[in-house]
């Protein structure tokens, strides 16, 4: 369960306490909606399936998947699934490996998402042991279904520009620069992101 709508705004009303950029996006921009996604293997799945496609064509795949697997797209099923049977619903030859890594993971329980790692960092890469999921994907999944509130995605170009709006910078900075930047506002970085996203392409900042 991601951040909810009261840690969100605890969070930057804390980082707009000392950071007037942020108070200015707050009062221009107003408070970002949460951003939650159920915690899981299905999340990942998800992930995997609309990597590099619009919202529509995922949509699209997800559901004939489901009605080839079932719903919920259980692991044992995936892995018993025929090739051609799964690339009939749209899923390449990379993304079925992509999926089968994250299957057998789950499968084997070398991988259990309900006790992942507390340590953010030991969280980010256990997940990144599944083909597919960068470490951009590990950051957003422990953000959105996990609720974690320093997570700072400062590889995520929305969030460069965003801050580059919000802290009225001359020009979007690097990641390392993003980085950086966002170590003074642990530990609600996750909060900051998601204000980010809410402003980077607000004309009014």
């Not at 719903?71 to 490996?97: H, I, M, T, V, Y």
């Not at 992509?98 to 993971?105: G, K």
């Not at 997570?151 to 520009?161: K, M, Y």
């Not at 170590?183 to 998601?194: D, F, H, L, V, Y």
């Amino acid at each position: 369960m991601g951040l909810s709508e009261e840690m969100l705004k605890c969070g930057l009303d804390a980082l707009a306490a000392r950071e007037p950029g942020i108070a200015r996006a707050l009062a221009v921009a107003g408070y970002p909606e949460p951003r939650i996604r159920p915690r899981g293997y299905a999340t990942l799945l998800r992930t995997i399936v609309g990597q590099q496609v619009s919202v529509a064509a995922a949509a699209s795949v997800w559901a004939k998947l489901e009605a080839l697997l079932g719903a919920g797209l259980l692991p044992e099923n995936l892995l018993a699934a025929d090739f051609d049977a799964l690339r009939a619903c749209g899923f390449s030859r990379q993304k079925q490996g992509y999926a089968r890594s994250l299957c057998e993971l789950v499968v084997n329980r070398e991988l259990d998402l309900e006790t992942l790692p507390e340590d953010d960092e030991e969280a980010i890469a256990l997940l990144t042991r599944i083909k597919g999921i960068g470490r951009w994907s590990a950051e957003i999944y422990l953000l959105f279904a996990e609720g974690r509130p320093d997570i700072w995605p400062a590889g995520d170009l929305a969030v460069q520009a965003g801050l580059h709006r919000i802290l009225g910078l001359a020009e979007r900075p690097s990641e390392r620069e993003t980085r950086d930047l966002g170590e003074a506002w642990r530990p609600w970085r996750g909060a900051a992101a998601i204000l980010t996203w809410h402003c980077y392409n607000n004309a009014a900042l």
